[in-house]
C-alpha cells in the first residue's frame, strides 16, 4: 500500500437503499455532460443522502475507539456539485455533533475533522497533490465505476477541468476526452 498505514479498517457499507441517488440505484442514471460548464447549480442526482453523515460518525467511531484524535474528509466545496455534506457549516455542525454525542467529546477530547482541501479549487488540489508526490494515477472520480473513467460525468469533467488548469495531463484512462 502506497501509505504504509499501521491498521487498515475496511468496512463495507450497503447504501441500496438510498434508491433516488444515482451512485446508489440502478434505476437513477448519472448525468452525463460535455463541458464542465454544463454543470448547473443546486443538488444533482448523484447526491447521495446524508452519505458524509454516515461516513464521518462511522470513521468518528473508529477514531474514538482507536484513540485517534482527528479524521480527514477529502471534501470540496468550491469545485464541486452542490452536495450539501460538502460545505464548512456542514463540518462546523458534525463537529458539534462529536462534542456532544461521544465519549471523547464531553470528556473534551472531541475527534476532530480535518478537511484540507475544502476551500481550495481542483486545480489547486492537483498542484498540491504534484508537489506532494501523491499518486494521483491511483485516485478515481468517476460516477460511472468500470475499467475506464467515463469523461462524461460531472465528477470526471471537473477532474478533467482541474487537471487542465493546473497545467498537467492526467493520467487515468478515460472513454472519451474532449
Known amino acids: 500500500m502506497h501509505y504504509r498505514l499501521k491498521h487498515h479498517v475496511v468496512i463495507d457499507l450497503d447504501l441500496s437503499a438510498f434508491r433516488k441517488s444515482a451512485l ?21 442526482a448523484t ?24 479524521i480527514f474528509i477529502g471534501a470540496n466545496s468550491i469545485d464541486y456539485s452542490g452536495y450539501p455534506d460538502c460545505r464548512p457549516e456542514f463540518f462546523e455542525a458534525f463537529e458539534e455533533v462529536l462534542k456532544n454525542g461521544t465519549k471523547a467529546g464531553v470528556e473534551g477530547n472531541a475527534v476532530m475533522v480535518a478537511h484540507p482541501i475544502l476551500q481550495m479549487t481542483k486545480a489547486e488540489i492537483v498542484l498540491l497533490g504534484k508537489k506532494l508526490g501523491a499518486p494521483l494515477h491511483l485516485t478515481w472520480s468517476c460516477y460511472e465505476g468500470g475499467g475506464k473513467a467515463c469523461g ?21 484512462e478515460y472513454e472519451v476526452v474532449r
Request: hydrophobic share 35%.
Open 152 to 172: 462524461r460525468c460531472d465528477s470526471c469533467l471537473l477532474r478533467l477541468k482541474g487537471f487542465e488548469e493546473a497545467g498537467f495531463k492526467d493520467e487515468i
Open 47 to 70: 447526491y447521495v443522502p446524508a452519505r458524509n453523515i454516515i461516513f464521518l460518525s462511522i470513521a468518528a467511531g473508529v477514531a474514538e475507539t482507536e484513540g485517534a484524535d482527528e
Open 24 to 44: 446508489t440505484s440502478k434505476e437513477v442514471r448519472v448525468p452525463k455532460r460535455e463541458s464542465a460548464n454544463e454543470i448547473k447549480d443546486g443538488i444533482p
